[in-house]
Each structure stands twice: as C-alpha cells, then as structure tokens.
C-alpha cells in the first residue's frame, strides 16, 4: 500500500473509486450469493440464521486467502490481448469500469427480485460485451473482440456445471434413501427443531464447504478485475510481480528461449498455416504489434534481452516494465495459437512453457486477497432472506427435505470446488438451485415450474443482458475518457 504514496490528486482519486466499485462488487456478490451457499442450513433449521451467515462469511474470507488466482486470470484471459495490453489508457479503464458497474446494476437488480441470478455469468457476460464494443469501436472484426478459445472454454463450464448439479444431486438423495432408512431423515423441517444429529452435521460441514468453494471462485473474479485496475493506473508497480524470486525470473527467461527455439524450428508449418489463413499478419497500426504468430520470435527476444540485464523483476527500471508485461502476454498468445497445428503430444510441452513464461504477470498481492476477502466476507453477512426461501420452498412442490438439502450442498461443493481446481469459473447459484431441482425431481416432490422458469430466464437473460449493459457502458465511458 505504500506505492501509493506520492500519487497526483488525480491519479488518487481515481484509484480509490476504482477499487471502490471493484470492491463493491465483491460485497454485492457476497450477498447475492450467501444465500446459495446457507439457504438449506437455515432453512433445515441445522444452524440459526444469524450463525450460519457469519460462518459463511468467515468461509468465504478463508476460501479467497486459500484458492490461488487460476479463476481469476482465466476470467481476465477472456479479453483479448489487444485490450489487455492497452489497459494502462484511459480506454483500459473505461472498460474496466464498465465491466464493474454494469455487473454490479444487473446483480443488485436480481438479487432485489428474489431470483438466484448469477454473478459469473454477469460479469462474463459485461466481458464479452466490452470486447465486442471495443471490435466494434476499432473497426475490427468481431471475432477479434473476445478471445474465443477461452470463451468456449468457460462457457462450458458454466453449461454443463448445472448439468452435473441437478443429475448427481439427485443420484445422491437415491443413494441416502436406500442407505438411509430413517424417515425422519427424509422429511422436511417441522417447526424450529435441529435436524437428527448426523444429518446435521453433514448439513452444517457441507453448507461450510460450499461457502469456501464459493469464496475461491467467485472471489477471484474480483482479484482479476482488481489487478486489471492497479496494472491500468499504477504500471511501473503493478504491471509484473517485482517479488518474483531470481530463479523464477531465469526460468521465465529460458521458457522464452525455449519458445524462440521452437518457432524457428517450426517455421514451414507456421507459414502454411498463414497460407491456409490459419494465422493472419496484425496490421503494422495495431496496438500490440508482436501479438501474432510471425512476431512471435521478436517478443521472445525483447523478453531475453531485458531479463538478460537483471537478476530480479524490481531491479527491471520502471519504463521498461510495461515493455515486458507486453512482450509476455504477446508471446505467450502466440504460443498458444501455434498448439493449434503442432502434434499432440508436443502440446504439454508448449503449455508448461506458457505457464512458466507468464508466473510474472498472474500474480495478485496478498492485501489485494485480504480487500477481496473482507468484501466477500462481509458482504456475505448481509441481504441473505430474498433468496432462502427461494431455495427451500419454491424450488419444489414440497418443502427441502434434510436428505436434499445435504445431498444439494455436498455435490455443489464437489462441484465448484472440482472447477476451482482446474482454473474454470462456475456459477455457484446454478450449481446449487439445479442440485435442489435435481432432487426435488427424484424424489418425486414435484418441481415448480413457475420458479424454475424464473430461474432459467434469469439464466438465460442474464448473459445478453450483461453484454448490452457492458458494451452500452463501455461506449459512454470511452466517450468521456
């Protein structure tokens, strides 16, 4: 924090309102999304509300100190590189304020209606918006405004993650009744008694536990949003990890000569490839010339030479930094392309390179974990009533049973806490509410159509609304920036 010392008015102010929205974020999706994470604790009477809240808050701080910045980058990477190396001007901060508030209007929007909207979607959504609307600003193709590959990859997370909810949700209650003999297990709350004891406790742990998957994954969207803003307003400081340790800085610069290497030892395949229109030439007035195939090697000799001078990223002066920040994300874009139409197995090879090349520009300081968590963490304390009842009684024809409630929370936090580990967002009220459809439906408690119709147009709408709200913001703040 200390790096902000010395900041002009100007500069300051603007970087205490921008971490001021990206923070509110934060706290809007903490409670917009506690109540997925505590609905069927509270609602099976396992924990008093109060209780449950403010441990489900302590387990989102902990789950965003503990789940790493894989969700957060893969959020990031959505932006194609042209935006992301030109996030240092004031058209870089017109879209990140874009993306902040329109995710923010949509969230509070649907979390005032009740409905278990969700906020990855949301901001997915006001992503792809911003890079459409910058396409179409610069007069470039759409495909070129959202790095698609990504895209799809994340878009299938998001599709078939309900998938998983409802079917093993359902599998799972199945399997309890057959397992599990005891009616009471399988009857809904009766006044304001505590579930049987072990029912309860596996009620209580797996409700925990889908508040610390929820606070590693949705809280590093905010971590990624959050160094989208510091690397725009203070470059010299936050554009590279200046902690970086000596040997990860020379390993970075041997994965670059590894990668020079390679392109020109595969230099026939790559230019059939642009014969084929496979790669295409970037204009010589792009912003990011080197973000193509053929100015691979380039980037990856300006990454040596600079890495050759120094032992540690803070010893790099200030005016070169963004310099290299560029050259790495250009390369390692490039890399990527070219997994395109190398054999199979020489594919790992390139992506450990990748992943080694870019430890100095995926990385997020501990106090920005800590705001991110604090947000999350007391936002989750707050706003939770709206959707409990959502959850345990509109879902179904009949009330949440304690066997469906576990039995949703235990394969939403296998779920959410499976895609954190592989880097993929998901949508934890998705995963959550088609896990209670999953076994409202197998148990033959009938489902109501009327909710669930609700839920699946805000699933639906959500993401063309976030698109026309991004895009639509991101014109008006370009327009004044």
Not at 207 to 227: E, P, W
Not at 301 to 314: C, K, N, P, T
Not at 323 to 344: H, Y
Request: with cysteine.
């Amino acid at each position: 924090m200390h790096l902000f010392g010395g900041l002009d008015g100007h500069t300051l102010a603007l970087l205490i309102a921008s971490l001021g929205i990206a923070l509110s974020f934060e706290f809007v999706n903490g409670f917009h999304d506690t109540a997925n994470a505590v609905a069927t604790v509270i609602y099976t009477k396992a924990l008093r509300a109060r209780t449950a809240v403010v441990l489900s808050g302590v387990c989102n701080f902990l789950g965003v100190q503990l789940g790493g910045i894989a969700v957060a980058y893969s959020i990031v990477h959505l932006l194609p590189v042209d935006l992301l190396v030109s996030v240092d001007t004031n058209l870089g901060l017109a879209m990140v304020f874009a993306l902040l508030v329109s995710a923010i209007l949509w969230n509070f929007g649907t979390w005032y209606l009740g409905l278990p909207a969700s906020s990855s979607h949301t901001l997915i959504g006001a992503i792809l918006g911003v890079g459409l609307a910058n396409a179409v600003r610069e007069g470039l193709p759409l495909g070129a405004g959202v790095n698609w590959h990504k895209a799809v990859e994340v878009g299938l997370s998001l599709l078939i993650s309900p998938i998983i909810g409802f079917v093993c949700a359902g599998g799972l209650l199945l399997l309890l009744r057959c397992f599990l003999a005891n009616p009471a297990l399988h009857a809904p709350p009766s006044g304001d008694a505590p579930p049987p004891a072990g029912m309860r406790a596996a009620l209580i742990a797996s409700g925990l536990g889908v508040s610390l998957a929820h606070g590693s994954n949705d809280g590093q969207k905010g971590v990624g949003l959050i160094m989208l803003i510091l690397i725009g307003i203070l470059p010299g400081a936050y554009a590279l990890n200046a902690d970086l340790a000596p040997a990860d800085v020379m390993a970075v610069r041997e994965s670059a000569a590894s990668l020079t290497d390679y392109f020109d030892a595969h230099r026939l395949e790559i230019d059939k490839a642009y014969a084929r229109g496979v790669f295409r030439d970037r204009p010589a007035d792009a912003p990011a010339v080197h973000c193509d195939v053929h100015g691979a090697v380039a980037a990856a000799e300006a990454i040596q030479v600079r890495l050759a001078q120094v032992e540690r990223l803070d010893a790099l002066p200030v005016a070169e930094r963004w310099g290299l920040r560029t050259d790495i994300l250009c390369l390692d874009d490039a890399a990527r392309q070219l997994e395109g139409i190398v054999p199979a197995e020489e594919r790992g090879r390139i992506e450990d390179w990748r992943e080694t090349l870019r430890q100095p520009t995926e990385y997020a300081p501990d106090w920005v974990l800590l705001a991110v968590s604090l947000a999350l963490g007391v936002g989750t304390m707050v706003g939770w009533k709206r959707i409990v009842v959502t959850i345990g009684e509109k879902i179904g024809k009949t009330k949440l049973s304690y066997a469906q409630g576990a039995a949703a929370q235990v394969v939403a936090m296998a779920t959410i806490g499976l895609a954190d580990g592989l880097g993929l967002p998901v949508s934890t009220t998705h995963v959550l509410s088609s896990g209670v459809a999953g076994t409202m439906a197998a148990g033959k408690s009938g489902l109501q159509m009327r909710t669930l119709r609700s839920i699946a147009m805000a699933w639906v709408f959500t993401l063309p609304a976030a698109m026309f709200l991004g895009a639509g913001l991101f014109f008006l703040f370009a327009l004044l920036a």
